[in-house]
Structures are given as C-alpha cells and as structure tokens.
Nanobody
Framework: QVQLVESGGGSVQAGGSLRLSCAAY????????MGWFRQAPGKEREGVGA???????SYPDSVKGRFTISKDSAKNTLYLQMNSLKPEDTAIYYC??????????????????????WGQGTQVTVSS
C-alpha cells in the first residue's frame, strides 16, 4: 500500500523555523518526483517546492530563499525546511509523489493538478 505521512507541523512565531517530514511507505522515493504543496483557508492549493529524480529543485518566488526541499533516500523521507516564516505561510502543508518523469520546474505545475499520491497534510500556523 502506497502511503505518504507528513509530520513536523505546528505553531511558530513570525521569523521562526519549522522542518516538515514526509515518510513514504510502499515505494522508494529515489526515482519519484516529490513536492510540497500548501492550502490556506479560502485559497487554492499552491506548490512551495519540488525535487525531481535527479535531485534538482524548484520553488515559487514566494518562498525562494526561505524554504528548502530535500530528500533522504536511505530513510525514504522528504523534508521541507522552512525559515523566516511569515503569517502568510499559514496553511495545511501536503507532500506528494509522482512517478512521471519530469523536471522539478514542471512538477510544481503538473503535480498540483493530479499527483499520483498525496499525504494527509500537516498544519502550519505562523503568528505575528
């Protein structure tokens, strides 16, 4: 059974940091395109980071320089390090996996419309 399980969410003050983790079960993430997405109340889901099978990464301008996506193939886990958090970063964060061959830049736009697997989400709340 393919499953993605996120953890690491919580509440933090503006300027703080959090690291999200996404453990994969049922398949190895090494050859998959992986991404982090978020959805705030009343807003559409948006991508905040993607990493392709070759390890290349891509971020939207809203988080570039603050968020870092990485993966540990030995632990079969995806991470999102979030620094300098802002109240507008408050959202439910989801990890996703997709077996299609694509670059990280492509993944941010493609996966949001139908990645093969999604986690259940973890809440991140940033207070001012």
């Amino acid at each position: 059974q393919v499953q993605l399980v996120e953890s690491g969410g919580g509440s933090v003050q503006a300027g703080g940091s959090l690291r999200l983790s996404c453990a994969a079960y049922g398949y190895t993430i090494y050859s998959y395109c992986m991404g982090w997405f978020r959805q705030a109340p009343g807003k559409e889901r948006e991508g905040v980071g993607a990493i392709d099978a070759d390890g290349r990464t891509s971020y939207p301008d809203s988080v570039k320089g603050r968020f870092t996506i990485s993966k540990d193939s030995a632990k079969n886990t995806l991470y999102l390090q979030m620094n300098s958090l802002k109240p507008e970063d408050t959202a439910i964060y989801y990890c996703a996996a997709d077996g299609r061959r694509m670059t990280a830049i492509q993944a941010l736009g493609v996966m949001i419309h139908g990645a093969h697997s999604w986690g259940q989400g973890t809440q991140v709340t940033v207070s001012s």
